[in-house]
């Protein structure tokens, strides 16, 4: 177990695991209670970062797990931030983002540590989530968003064929995450990287207040030469969005870190029709599912609510970050 660090003559920590939470207590004992008890070979150091959480998260993992290092924050400073704040502190080779909605299976940890030092070329790793139910979340990984990948999300080319590398390039098709390869980007939930290589890239972009900061990161590092792998060896379960205030709140974010991501990475000429195409993203989903929702799909309602605040704020997010 990871508490054995603390025991004489066992070593200095060789990792530094980052845990940013909001308002979600019960979620974030259950994640530092699975890693404690699946974590059995790596020395590591522990650091829970609570972002200002008014339901008692702080005081439940102090009470619970004394041998966290806890940072209590007066304020929520965002996932990008604190996480900067805490690997700024870090001395370990290496450092492990891992979400409070999450929880560790058996030998996940110690086997992307492993994985790791077998491919050092890589410089940032990732493994396989999956649902509570078991059932595979594609969601530990991603590729880059492309003007082809975009074209398919607006004609609804992902949806009609989602297990079509061609017409779901971003989910990579049907790719169960059943086997090593090399990705564009590694999602923070579940995030291994060299300390060293965090440090030349200069952490999160702090203008991605929540989501799209593991995706600057992983296309800043691959401009460097690394390429992120992800291994089915480390698998963890990962619910997705639970410290998101609404639908249509998540949304809206999403779509701001997506126009951010465009305009940091595509060439500059691309650029009105990278907007565009968010535009019609946004546009054409608000109008499917209000007038599916006025038909009495009982499904669409609350979706055609959240993507019809989405649109309300697109002069917001088509500015970016």
């Not at 207590?25 to 609570?50: G, P």
């Not at 702080?58 to 007066?74: C, G, H, N, T, Y």
């Not at 990008?80 to 700024?88: E, G, P, T």
């Not at 968003?145 to 992902?158: E, H, K, M, R």
Request: aromatic share 10%.
């Amino acid at each position: 177990m990871i508490e054995e660090v603390e025991l004489p003559g066992a070593g200095a920590p060789e990792l530094t695991i980052i845990i940013v939470s909001y308002n979600t207590r019960e979620l974030t004992l259950t994640a530092l209670r699975t890693l404690f008890q699946t974590t059995r070979k790596t020395r590591a150091r522990v650091v829970v970062f609570d972002n200002a959480s008014t339901d008692g998260s702080a005081d439940a993992i102090a009470d619970a797990f004394p041998q966290v290092e806890l940072i209590r924050s007066p304020e929520n400073v965002g996932f990008a931030r604190a996480n900067n704040i805490v690997a700024a502190r870090a001395t370990t080779e290496w450092l492990l983002l891992l979400n409070p909605d999450t929880e560790v299976h058996e030998g996940a940890v110690d086997n992307l540590m492993d994985f790791a030092r077998a491919h050092p070329e890589a410089g940032i790793y990732g493994g396989r989530t999956v649902f509570p139910d078991g059932s595979l979340n594609k969601a530990s990984c991603w590729a880059r968003i492309t003007p082809w990948s975009l074209f398919c999300s607006v004609a609804g080319l992902s949806a009609v064929a989602p297990e079509s590398t061609l017409f779901n390039p971003e989910t990579m098709g049907g790719w169960q995450r059943d086997s090593v390869r090399a990705v564009d980007i590694v999602v923070g939930c579940f995030f291994l990287i060299r300390r060293e290589l965090w440090d030349r890239l200069g952490g999160f972009d702090l203008r991605y207040f929540m989501y799209g900061e593991e995706a600057d990161l992983c296309l800043r590092a691959r401009k460097l030469g690394c390429q992120p792998m992800i291994t089915p060896d480390a698998e963890i379960m990962h619910l997705v969005g639970a410290a998101s205030k609404t639908l249509g709140n998540k949304l809206v974010l999403l779509a701001k870190a997506r126009v951010t991501l465009i305009r940091d990475h595509w060439p500059r000429a691309w650029l009105p029709y990278g907007l565009a195409m968010m535009w019609l993203w946004v546009g054409t989903r608000a109008a499917a599912y209000t007038v599916l929702g006025m038909l009495g799909v009982e499904r669409a309602r609350k979706k055609g609510a959240a993507w019809t605040e989405a649109w309300r704020e697109r002069r917001d997010w088509l500015r970016g970050y």
